[in-house]
C-alpha cells in the first residue's frame, strides 16, 4: 500500500522559513516522479513543484520560484520542500503526491494527508 | 496557464440519482499523439486527500466504481455517477494534463 505522511507544517511569521517533509513507502520511491500540491484553507487545489526520479529536473509554479526548493533523499524515501520568503498568500495544507507520467505530463495517483502551514504574524 | 472552470460549484442530488459535474478548459486538452483528452478527475472526501478517479477523460482508476465515468473531448468533459451514494458525498476537481497542471475550483456534492 502506497503511503506518504508529511511532516514540518506549522506557523511561520511572514519573510519567515520552513521545511517541509514526506516519508514515502509501499512503492518504488526512487522510481517515481514526486510533487508537493497545495490547498488554501477552504480553496482548491494548485499544483507547486515537480522533482524526476534522479532528483536532477525540477519543475515549479510561477508564484513560487526563486523561493520555494524541492529534493529528495532516494536512500530515506524522502520527499522535501524548502520554503523560504514566506507570505500569507502561501498559508495552505501542502500535500505530497505521487506523479503519473502521461505523454510527458503530470497526474497524481497517490496522496498523503498533508502538512499545514499557516504564514502570520 | 490552461484555465479549468467547473459547473455548477456545488449541487444536491438525492441517493440514487445521477449526479453531473462540468468541467471546461480555455484551451483543447486534446493530445495530438494519441488522440485522447488530457483531463483527470479526483474526489476529496471531507478530511481526506484528494483520490484519482480518472484520467484521460474517461479511463477509471483500477478499484474506482463503475458507477462513476467520464466524457468529453476537446474543452468540455463531463462526470457522470449514475446512482449517488452516500460516500460519494465530496468535493470534485478535474485536472488537466496537458500542459502544467492546473485544477478546476471544485464542485461540492451533497445529499438531497
Known amino acids: 500500500e502506497v503511503q506518504l505522511v508529511e511532516s514540518g507544517g506549522g506557523l511561520v511569521q511572514p519573510g519567515g522559513s520552513l521545511r517541509l517533509s514526506c516519508a514515502a513507502s509501499g512503492f518504488s520511491f526512487s522510481g517515481s516522479w514526486m510533487s508537493w500540491v497545495r490547498q488554501a484553507p477552504g480553496k482548491g487545489l494548485e499544483w507547486v513543484t515537480n522533482?524526476?526520479?534522479?532528483?536532477?529536473?525540477?519543475y515549479y509554479v510561477d508564484s513560487v520560484k526563486g523561493r520555494f526548493t524541492i529534493s529528495r533523499d532516494n536512500a530515506n524515501n524522502s520527499l522535501y520542500l524548502q520554503m523560504n520568503s514566506l507570505s500569507a498568500e502561501d498559508t495552505a495544507v501542502y500535500h505530497c503526491?505521487?506523479?503519473?507520467?502521461?505523454?510527458?505530463?503530470?497526474?497524481?495517483?497517490?496522496w498523503g494527508q498533508g502538512t499545514l502551514v499557516t504564514v502570520s504574524s | 496557464d490552461i484555465v479549468m472552470t467547473q459547473s455548477p460549484d456545488s449541487l444536491a442530488v438525492s441517493l440514487g440519482e445521477r449526479a453531473t459535474i462540468n468541467c471546461k478548459s480555455s484551451?483543447?486538452?486534446?493530445?495530438?499523439?494519441?488522440?485522447?483528452?488530457?483531463l483527470a478527475w479526483y474526489q476529496q472526501r471531507p478530511g481526506q486527500p484528494p483520490k484519482l478517479l480518472i484520467y484521460w477523460a474517461s479511463t477509471r482508476e483500477s478499484g474506482v466504481p463503475d458507477r462513476f465515468s467520464g466524457s468529453g473531448s476537446g474543452t468540455d468533459f463531463t462526470l457522470t455517477i449514475s446512482s449517488l451514494q452516500a460516500e460519494d458525498v465530496a468535493v470534485y476537481y478535474c485536472q488537466q494534463h496537458y500542459d502544467t497542471p492546473t485544477f478546476g475550483q471544485g464542485t461540492k456534492l451533497e445529499i438531497k
Open positions: 522533482i524526476n526520479p534522479e532528483g536532477s529536473e525540477k
Open positions: 484551451q483543447s486538452v486534446l493530445n495530438s499523439s494519441n488522440n485522447k483528452n488530457s
Open positions: 503526491a505521487r506523479v503519473r507520467i502521461l505523454s510527458s505530463r503530470s497526474l497524481f495517483d497517490s
